[in-house]
């Protein structure tokens, strides 16, 4: 009878230490199962328990529902995020097929932008010129340097408007009466210097590729804001140069998406110089229209004038812009009709047709791209 009784007993213990030796694996055999390379077969859901330091299935259960979206999450950052990220998106696609003056200057990465134009009037052929632009980063300084060249230091700072005006006229100061005739090219080092508080700010400086040199100093900030229907650019543009003094440009875009084709934008522009002590003031409504991904298509409306004349208006623009990417993404041309109303021809009209062509250069634009 006792040694029943001691048998029964050693079957019991065995049992539970066999049951123990189960649920508990050896350190080793844990180590091994969590490296793959374990002989033993196990369940996936007890490895899955092992890995997260729970050996006690009975402890786990069905995962937790998602805690519901609160009012402000689901009525005003949703709609908010999708219509920021449809603004961000179509925008750059606008501003990539209308090339602002802006997007090559503001651009990362490096770019190349080469321009040809040739511009007929009632009377023959105006001119027939061709514009370089870069922003080169440098090497090893994690795109926080780089090399501008550009044609005229206030083209960064032009608009679309005032950049076709001058290319029709051959004059800057048909829509910007206190702007410089400078067509010469000029070298500079721009640096970004941070970006806080949502503002973007560089610096840049620079100097004349001719003789004889002129210096200069230029400063940028601007910031971007969203709303459920609109998409807001601040932007403001010390700049000194030699030359001419002081200078500060301020521009402000309103651009709201209609549907997937059709997009408004307001730019108002108001630039200081200290050689005139006013402002040239410009004020450009434009409806934008992309019918296909190779295809785009805006009309504009611009007006402008010195702030020296009681906002007397010294020029009107009416224009048409057609514009075809006609090689995968870094080649252009543009046909732009334009009419002009100016003071000085006692607003009679000037009508002008005006070719472009454009190559884009740059890792973005690079062949093997395509390929991959």
């Given at each position: 009878m006792k040694a029943s009784a001691f048998l029964l007993t050693a079957l019991a213990l065995a049992a539970s230490a066999a049951t123990t030796a189960q649920t508990l694996p050896d350190p080793q055999e844990v180590e091994q199962i969590e490296d793959g390379i374990s002989p033993i077969p196990i369940d996936p859901q007890e490895l899955e328990q092992l890995e997260d330091g729970n050996s006690d299935p009975e402890l786990t259960g069905p995962p937790l529902p998602p805690l519901p979206k609160t009012f402000g999450e689901k009525y005003f950052d949703r709609p908010?995020?999708?219509v920021s990220r449809h603004f961000e998106s179509y925008s750059r696609r606008l501003d990539n097929f209308f090339s602002h003056p802006n997007r090559v200057y503001d651009s990362t990465g490096s770019t190349l932008q080469i321009r040809g134009h040739l511009t007929f009037f009632e009377r023959g052929v105006r001119d027939n010129t061709a514009d370089v632009h870069a922003n080169i980063s440098l090497p090893n300084t994690e795109d926080r340097l780089r090399l501008i060249v550009q044609?005229?230091?206030e083209a960064a700072t032009q608009t679309a408007a005032e950049r076709d005006i001058k290319n029709a006229t051959g004059s800057a100061?048909?829509?910007a009466p206190g702007a410089p005739e400078d067509n010469r090219y000029y070298l500079g080092l721009k640096a970004l210097v941070a970006q806080t508080f949502g503002v973007t700010l560089s610096a840049e400086a620079g100097a004349?590729?001719?003789t004889p040199i002129d210096t200069y100093v230029r400063l940028r900030a601007f910031r971007d804001f969203d709303s459920p229907q609109w998409h807001i650019r601040f932007s403001e543009t010390p700049l000194w140069k030699h030359s001419e003094g002081y200078s500060s440009a301020s521009e402000l875009n309103f651009t709201r998406l209609l549907d997937e084709q059709w997009q408004l934008r307001f730019t108002s522009k108001a630039t200081w110089r200290s050689t005139t002590s006013y402002f040239d003031?410009?004020?450009?409504?434009?409806?934008y229209f992309t019918?296909?991904?190779?295809?785009a298509m805006n009309f504009e409306f611009g007006a402008f004038a010195p702030s020296d004349r009681n906002?007397?208006?010294?020029v009107y623009s009416v224009t048409f812009r057609v514009r075809r990417q006609i090689y995968k993404d870094w080649l252009y041309l543009d046909v732009t009709p334009q009419v002009l109303y100016q003071?000085?021809?006692r607003y009679n009209a000037s009508h002008s047709l005006m070719l472009q062509l454009e190559m884009l250069f740059g890792d973005r634009y690079l062949w093997m791209r395509f390929a991959e």
């Open positions: 908010h995020d999708y044609r005229g230091v100061k048909v829509a004349r590729a001719h003031l410009a004020q450009i409504n434009g409806v019918p296909d991904e190779r295809t906002l007397k208006l010294s003071e000085a021809n």
